[in-house]
């Protein structure tokens, strides 16, 4: 447990160093595996699969099909950059001695929370708030 006082606030952080260090590796390997995933998706789908179905486009239906494919394709690419980003604020937050404080409330997040979502910034009451409140309207999907 450390104590941090940022601008005349103190922090109390109930994560140990060791817990600490365990999620930052695991910060680190979740990053190597999305980055290998994004380099891969880039290559084999950037090209290959769009030129093989834009191959075998002969109408509107099809060239539907390969869009969607296409824009689902994009969308996991999209998922694990916005993943990524998560992780880079998680250690920036390690790095600053903040990580394990909701950012809304500065209690402390739940080790059993950060376990399980690493990249968690708020503790769960905030969290449950948070979604209540930017929550997007439900929409008909496929």
């Known amino acids: 447990m450390f104590i941090l006082s ?3 606030i103190v922090m109390e952080s109930t994560l140990t160093d060791q817990e600490i260090a365990e999620l930052r590796q695991e910060l ?3 990053a190597q595996t999305l980055k290998s995933q994004v ?3 880039l290559l084999a789908n950037g090209t290959e699969q769009y030129i ?16 969607l ?7 996991i690419l999209d998922r694990h950059v916005r993943e990524m980003w998560d992780i880079d604020a998680a ?3 390690m790095t600053d001695g903040v990580y394990g404080n909701c950012i ?11 376990q399980a979502y690493p990249t968690a910034k708020r503790c769960i ?15 008909p999907g496929l």
């Open 39 to 41: 380099q891969k998706e």
């Open 69 to 75: 494919l296409t824009e689902v394709n994009l969308a």
């Open 125 to 139: 009451a905030c969290q449950t708030r948070y979604e209540r409140r930017y929550a997007q309207p439900k929409r």
């Open 6 to 8: 940022i601008k005349g």
């Open 91 to 93: 250690v920036k937050r």
């Open 28 to 30: 680190r390997e979740r």
């Open 52 to 67: 093989e179905l834009a191959g075998r486009v002969h109408d509107s239906g099809d060239e539907s099909v390969a869009d």
């Open 104 to 114: 809304d409330c500065n209690n402390p997040v739940p080790y059993g929370r950060l």
